[in-house]
């Protein structure tokens, strides 16, 4: 029962389903209508989230990587480059194409963090759950306010399955959320995003 719990949670809350649902979020919060909120959201989606879940269906497909979510920490190697090398074009195309600003930093501080967990990869394996839900849920309460702060709700669960299913020590769970909390932090603050 635990365990498929945790395999319930883990699939559910995992990190296309919480970065699509943050994007789709900011694109409606800072457009003036639901048609130009949606044209961001497709944009945003498509040179992001689509192009890594292709990646990843076809890397299980042909037997490269265990799974969707339970991947050793060399198997994810080619996907942190290829999301990486996708969220340096996406960063790069909402920039010029003046996409909303609250998009724009937020894809400038995911390029960031799957870079620096690329890196970390080589010889660590943080939790991209655990960072996903934790960097989301910090620029919802950031947007929002208090009001915003019932959602940390959702980290916990997330943090508990990613242990339960043994993918990753409490450690590595703590670390990546608390390393895409900081460079969220960093990069709203950088911009001016904070305190507007």
Same mark, same amino acid.
């Not at 299913?165 to 990546?176: D, F």
């Given at each position: 029962?635990? +365990?498929?719990?945790?395999?319930?949670?883990?699939?559910?809350?995992?990190?296309?389903?919480?970065?699509?649902?943050?994007?789709?979020?900011? #694109?409606?919060?800072?457009?003036?209508? #639901?048609?130009?909120?949606?044209?961001?959201?497709?944009?945003?989606?498509?040179?992001?989230?689509?192009?890594?879940?292709?990646?990843?269906?076809?890397?299980?497909?042909? +037997?490269?990587?265990?799974?969707?979510?339970?991947?050793? %920490?060399? %198997?994810?190697?080619?996907?942190?480059?290829?999301?990486?090398?996708?969220? #340096?074009?996406?960063?790069?195309?909402?920039?010029?194409?003046?996409?909303?600003?609250?998009?724009?930093?937020?894809?400038?501080?995911?390029?960031? $963090?799957?870079?620096?967990?690329?890196?970390?990869?080589?010889? /660590?394996?943080?939790?991209?759950?655990? #960072?996903?839900?934790?960097? $989301?849920?910090?620029?919802?309460?950031?947007?929002?306010? =208090?009001?915003?702060? /019932?959602?940390?709700?959702?980290?916990?669960?997330?943090?508990w399955a990613r242990i339960?299913? +043994? %993918?990753?020590?409490?450690? %590595? =769970?703590?670390?990546?959320?608390?390393?895409?909390?900081? =460079?969220?932090?960093?990069?709203? /603050?950088?911009?001016?995003?904070?305190? +507007?």
């Amino acid at each position: 029962m635990r +365990k498929r719990l945790a395999h319930l949670i883990s699939n559910t809350l995992n990190p296309f389903i919480v970065s699509a649902a943050i994007i789709i979020l900011l #694109a409606f919060k800072e457009t003036s209508g #639901a048609s130009e909120a949606l044209k961001w959201a497709a944009i945003s989606l498509a040179v992001s989230v689509l192009p890594t879940l292709v990646v990843v269906v076809f890397l299980v497909r042909s +037997k490269r990587m265990d799974g969707f979510f339970n991947t050793t %920490q060399e %198997q994810r190697n080619i996907v942190y480059l290829i999301a990486s090398g996708l969220g #340096a074009i996406g960063c790069g195309l909402l920039w010029y194409l003046n996409a909303p600003e609250l998009l724009a930093v937020t894809f400038t501080a995911g390029l960031i $963090s799957i870079v620096l967990f690329t890196g970390i990869n080589y010889f /660590w394996k943080v939790s991209l759950h655990t #960072a996903f839900i934790a960097a $989301s849920l910090t620029i919802v309460i950031m947007i929002y306010g =208090v009001i915003a702060v /019932w959602a940390i709700v959702f980290l916990p669960p997330v943090a508990w399955a990613r242990i339960e299913l +043994k %993918q990753h020590s409490v450690t %590595q =769970v703590v670390a990546g959320g608390l390393l895409a909390v900081l =460079v969220v932090l960093g990069i709203f /603050w950088g911009f001016g995003v904070i305190g +507007k």
